[in-house]
């Protein structure tokens, strides 16, 4: 067991929340490399083996640039919010075929206060949002048993901030799970606390809450025609 973040993680980002600008990211850049970017590109490469014990189809990538972990830099071109640099770090454990197709993903979160871990579809296209509510139309049962097993929904939380009013254009209002086709994200996530974070058993509780998340994952990728 070993630990990757420590409480100069928080310290880092905490520091970067207060001071959005450049010329105090570029004086402290080295502590962001230190503590934050290379602990995480770490834990990405060290979670791959465990990852791929729940999915084959599914990558842990720690290349530094166009892998798992999110560029701390913000794309703020379309932002009223032009500050440059993002105050969490975070990693997305990606499909295969992600560059292909629209596919759910398994993330982790780094932010003080605030840290997760979660999975499934954030954001899908209406198209993609379109298929995964008639599959689970077509598929109920296999939905039951996948979104709503009570160890899943005793420890995760399923995300409910994006939904509709009524029940989507062409299904049927007194359908069973027509809450859950209301949803135009489907993730299921639990908080972690810093504590857990700067840990030594970081890894093992990311490696049991991949395992935990796998058989949503699955029916999310069964949903979009991929592999599990």
């Known amino acids: 067991?070993?630990?990757?973040?420590?409480?100069?993680?928080?310290?880092?980002?905490?520091?970067?929340?207060?001071?959005?600008?450049?010329?105090?990211?570029?004086?402290?850049?080295?502590?962001?490399?230190?503590?934050?970017?290379?602990?995480?590109?770490?834990?990405?490469?060290?979670?791959?083996?465990?990852?791929?014990?729940?999915?084959?189809?599914?990558?842990?990538?720690?290349?530094?640039?166009?892998?798992?972990?999110?560029?701390?830099?913000?794309?703020?071109?379309?932002?009223?919010?032009?500050?440059?640099?993002?105050?969490?770090?975070?990693?997305?454990?990606?499909?295969?075929?992600?560059?292909?197709?629209?596919?759910?993903?398994?993330?982790?979160?780094?932010?003080?206060?605030?840290?997760?871990?979660?999975?499934?579809l954030w954001h899908p296209e209406p198209a993609t949002q379109r298929k995964v509510r008639h599959f689970i139309v077509d598929n109920p049962g296999a939905w039951k048993a996948a979104a709503h097993a009570p160890a899943l929904r005793k420890t995760f939380d399923f995300e409910e901030s994006e939904k509709l009013v009524r029940a989507p254009r062409g299904f049927e209002p007194d359908f069973e799970f027509i809450d859950d086709l209301k949803h135009r994200n489907w993730v299921f996530w639990r908080s972690l606390d810093d504590a857990t974070m700067t840990g030594p058993k970081l890894r093992q509780t990311l490696a049991k809450d991949l395992v935990a998340l796998g058989p949503f994952v699955d029916y999310l990728c069964a949903a979009l025609d991929l592999e599990f």
């Open 1 to 120: 067991m070993s630990t990757y973040f420590t409480p100069a993680s928080f310290t880092f980002l905490r520091g970067l929340a207060r001071n959005n600008d450049k010329t105090w990211f570029n004086a402290h850049k080295p502590k962001y490399e230190e503590h934050v970017r290379q602990p995480f590109l770490q834990l990405i490469s060290d979670l791959q083996p465990d990852l791929a014990a729940v999915s084959g189809h599914f990558r842990a990538d720690p290349r530094g640039v166009g892998g798992s972990l999110f560029r701390i830099y913000r794309d703020a071109r379309f932002s009223n919010d032009k500050s440059p640099y993002k105050t969490w770090q975070g990693a997305r454990l990606f499909h295969e075929r992600r560059k292909q197709v629209p596919a759910p993903s398994f993330y982790i979160h780094l932010q003080p206060g605030g840290c997760f871990v979660g999975a499934g």
